[in-house]
C-alpha cells in the first residue's frame, strides 16, 4: 500500500483526483475524458492517507498497473475470475479492458482456450438430380476387410464395395467400377485420408471431369452424408450378423432392405424409387396379389397337344438335324416335352418344332394297337349274362351247327380277353339247339388275327 502511495503522488492524474475529493469537485467544468470517468463516480471515492478508495476498492496509479494484472493473472484464472478477483480488491477506468487484452495476449490461455460456440450447421445443397453429388468414406475393419461407402446426396443410394486394401490404387480401382455402373458425379465429398489427398487420386479426379471437394480435417460434420451412413451399417451389419450370417450375405442383404426401405427424406419413397424411377422387387411383392398379364397371343402361332407327332431339333456336334417324335407334354407357353423315336425326352422350343404326317407303319401299328370293338360287344354281353340265372349252362363240346360260325376264330392266348370270350361263345352255341327259349345269335367276326396290345407285352404269361 506504500508503494501505491507513492505511485499515487507522482501520477498526475490521480494527484488532481486526490485534490477534488478533499475540496470538492468544482462545478461547470468541462474535465478531460480520464477526469470525466472518475467525476461520474465522485461519490463513492474517498481518500486513506495518500491512496484513493473507490468503496473498498484501492485505485492503483498507471505505473503499477501491469504489475497488478501480472499479479491478477497468476494461476491463469480466466478473464471472468481475473474481473471478479479484481472488483473485491483494485480498481482504474480500463481495468476490464486490460484484463482482456492480458488474457488474450497469453499464449499459455490461448493455447488451452475451449472451443468457440458452433455455428447454426450449413447444410449442402440439394443437388439438380441423382448421382451429381456423391459422398465417399471408408468403414472398417471388420474381420480384416473394409468398405468403401458411396452415397448419393439426390436419392440417398448406396454402394459398399468390400476391399481388403484401401491404397490410393485400390480407391481408385473400386471407384472406377461404380462409375462404369452409373458414370462418374460432378462432385465427389470425401475427408483428408491419404488415399483421397494423393496425386493419384486428384489426376483420376481430373480426367473424369469430377469436383473433388475434402472436407476440413477432423471436422466429420461437413461430411455428414457418409458419415452418418457409416454408423447405420455397422450397427446394422452387427445386428444382421447375431444369427451366425456371414459377412458377404449380410452384406447383400443390408443393402436390399435399405435400398427398398422408405426413407423419411425423399417424401417416403425408397432410394431405388427415386434412382431409377421403380421401385425393387422383394420378398414382401409375394404378399400382393399377382397382376393379370395381358394375352399376346397372334393368329400364327403355333400350339401343340399332347399326342401330336412332330419333328424335333436335336443337337450334336454343332451341327443338328431334324428327329421324329411325339408332344408328351406342355411345360409352358412356348415350351414341350417331346418324347423321340428312341425313347427319349427333350425340352425344346416351339421354334424347334414342327409337324408330322404318320407313316402308313405307324397307321397300322396304331391301328393294331386299338382293341377290336366286336370283342368288346361281346365281352359285355356275356359279362351280363353271366350274371343273370339263365347264363348258367352246363359245358358241353360244342355242336357241329355252331363250327362254321367259329371257323375264322383262332384260340387266343390264355391271359386275353378273347381266351376267356371263347368256351362262353362255344357254350352259347351249343345251348342253341336244345333251348329254344334261349338262342344267342352271335355277331359276325371277322377274320383278322387277334394280337394283344404291346403296352400289354410286359404282362403277358409265356
Not at 469537485?25 to 486513506?48: C, D, I, M
Not at 486428384?202 to 477432423?218: A, L, M, Q, S, Y
Not at 420378398?283 to 401330336?308: N, V
Request: overall charge positive.
Amino acid at each position: 500500500m506504500r508503494e501505491v502511495a507513492a505511485a499515487t503522488k507522482k501520477d498526475p492524474l490521480l494527484r488532481e483526483v486526490y485534490r477534488y475529493v478533499q475540496s470538492g469537485w468544482p462545478g461547470k467544468v468541462s474535465y478531460g475524458a480520464e477526469l470525466a470517468q472518475f467525476h461520474n463516480r465522485r461519490e463513492a471515492l474517498t481518500t486513506v492517507g495518500d491512496c484513493i478508495l473507490f468503496g473498498e476498492r484501492i485505485v492503483i496509479p498507471a505505473a503499477l498497473q501491469q504489475r497488478c494484472l501480472r499479479q491478477l493473472h497468476q494461476g491463469h484464472p480466466g478473464i471472468q475470475r481475473m474481473k471478479a478477483i479484481a472488483r473485491s480488491f483494485v480498481y482504474w477506468p480500463s481495468l476490464d479492458s486490460d484484463i482482456a487484452d492480458r488474457v488474450a495476449s497469453c499464449e499459455a490461455c490461448q493455447a488451452a482456450a475451449k472451443s468457440p460456440p458452433s455455428q447454426i450447421p450449413s447444410c449442402w445443397p440439394k443437388p439438380p438430380g441423382p448421382w451429381h453429388r456423391v459422398h465417399i468414406d471408408y468403414a472398417g475393419p471388420v474381420e480384416g476387410a473394409y468398405f468403401l461407402i458411396a452415397v448419393d446426396a439426390y436419392s440417398k443410394w448406396p454402394e459398399i464395395i468390400k476391399t481388403a486394401s484401401i491404397t490410393s490404387f485400390a480407391t481408385i480401382s473400386i471407384l472406377r467400377g461404380i462409375f462404369a455402373r452409373f458414370g462418374p458425379p460432378v462432385t465427389l465429398v470425401s475427408d483428408n485420408g491419404t488415399q483421397f489427398s494423393s496425386e493419384a487420386f486428384k489426376e483420376f479426379c481430373e480426367c473424369n471431369g469430377i469436383d473433388h471437394v475434402r472436407t476440413p480435417p477432423f471436422h466429420p460434420q461437413s461430411n455428414g452424408q457418409a458419415e452418418r451412413f457409416v454408423d447405420t451399417f455397422k450397427r446394422s451389419l452387427k445386428k444382421i450378423r447375431a444369427r451366425n450370417v456371414s459377412l458377404e450375405e449380410a452384406l447383400d442383404l443390408f443393402l436390399l432392405t435399405y435400398r427398398s426401405t422408405p426413407n423419411p427424406a425423399l417424401d417416403q419413397r425408397t432410394p431405388a424409387e427415386v434412382m431409377f424411377g421403380r421401385t425393387t422387387r422383394t420378398i414382401h411383392h409375394l404378399l400382393r396379389p399377382p397382376a393379370a398379364s395381358e394375352s399376346t397371343a397372334k393368329d400364327d402361332f403355333r400350339e401343340y397337344q399332347p399326342g401330336d407327332l412332330v419333328y424335333a431339333k436335336v443337337y450334336r456336334a454343332n451341327s443338328w438335324n431334324w428327329i421324329a417324335g411325339r408332344i408328351a407334354r406342355r411345360i409352358g407357353n412356348v415350351m414341350y416335352e417331346v418324347v423321340s423315336h428312341d425313347q427319349r425326352r427333350l425340352r425344346r422350343h416351339v421354334n424347334q418344332l414342327r409337324r408330322r404326317v404318320a407313316s402308313s407303319s405307324e397307321r397300322n401299328e396304331m391301328d393294331q394297337h386299338q382293341f377290336p370293338l366286336s370283342l368288346l360287344l361281346d365281352e359285355m354281353s356275356l359279362t351280363s349274362r353271366q350274371q343273370s340265372p339263365s347264363a348258367s349252362l352246363p359245358t358241353e363240346p360244342a355242336s357241329s351247327s355252331a363250327a362254321p360260325a367259329l371257323t375264322g376264330v383262332q384260340r387266343a392266348p390264355a391271359s386275353s380277353p378273347a381266351s376267356s370270350v371263347q368256351p362262353e361263345v362255344q357254350r352259347a352255341a351249343s345251348s342253341s339247339g336244345s333251348s329254344n327259349t334261349q338262342q344267342t345269335q352271335l355277331p359276325r367276326r371277322s377274320s383278322r388275327t387277334r394280337r394283344l396290345p404291346r403296352r400289354f407285352s410286359a404282362y403277358r404269361l409265356n
